[in-house]
């Protein structure tokens, strides 16, 4: 009996069709990771919203700070500890030779997560799970979460300035176009006139110099504050393309694309919602005072600098 052996180009046939399963099953396990990753990114916001809002409650109903000076915590004696109840520097001699980790709102919020850092860890730093040593980590933890606080507008800065004596919050006395001066920081949810609008948290990083920057890239560490688009009179960030922006200080902190085209973002009322650049580029969803001012819009709403 004959037995016809392959040509050349039915083995050619064979291995391109090989070649195409492999390429399309590569392809949607990257899909399945990513949506993993999307997932359970949503479920740690949600988390973190929710951990906000104990907080609030706890606080009285005043929303967590965004950052706090070495000056203001000791003025207001604001004293953090980690887990294992070691007081988080600055506390408890404040001194300027500490690092300032009690500073941002991280470590304010962790408690409230049944001090599970998992929650707000990048999924880039999941090898430094379980933390066992706070101290070591504790900068890190601090100053890269995965996600950034809306938090020169909600909750303030906390800082004494040079002439001031006292703490302060920062644009709480804000001067605007029509030489008027108001409170433009969120404290409270009572107080809020649009917090289905307004960012809490969303996925942020830290670029150092001012220039173009593709924020889809996983380079730019994670930083614990979104900068608005308008930060007082000054622009900080503007849109190049979906997946691009230009900044015009040293270290902005833009929004962070994940693996998806939109970002996830908890609101104050505690929900949660995608956004595209473009719409995040509105003023009024960063400031809940902002108002038409002279003829300006709100969505493009400004403030003398202090």
Known sequence: ??????????????????GVLLAMAGGGLVLARRAAIQTTQSNNLRQLGLAWVQYNTASRG??????????????????????DTVLIPPAPFFSENEPNIAGPWTWRIIPYLSNDIATIISHHD????????????????AFHPAFGYNGWYVGGHLTIPA???RTVMSFSAARLGDRTKDNLVAESLGRMKNPSKIIVFMPGAIMSEPGGHMIADATPPSWFEVTPPFLADQEMWRVASPTDVDTFAENVAVPR???GMDLPVFHADGSIDTHTLNTLR???????????VEGTPAEEFTHEAE
């Open 1 to 18: 009996m004959n037995r016809r052996g392959y040509t050349l180009i039915e083995l050619m046939v064979v291995l391109a069709i090989i």
């Open 62 to 83: 005043r929303f967590v700070p965004g950052w706090v000076s070495r000056q203001a915590q000791r003025d207001r004696r604001m004293v953090l500890a980690y887990p």
């Open 126 to 141: 999941e090898d430094l799970l379980p933390i066992l040593d706070y101290e070591q980590y504790g900068e890190q933890i």
């Open 163 to 165: 002439d001031a004596g």
């Open 257 to 259: 694309l994940g693996h």
């Open 282 to 292: 509105n003023q009024n969803m960063w400031i809940d005072a902002a108002r038409i």
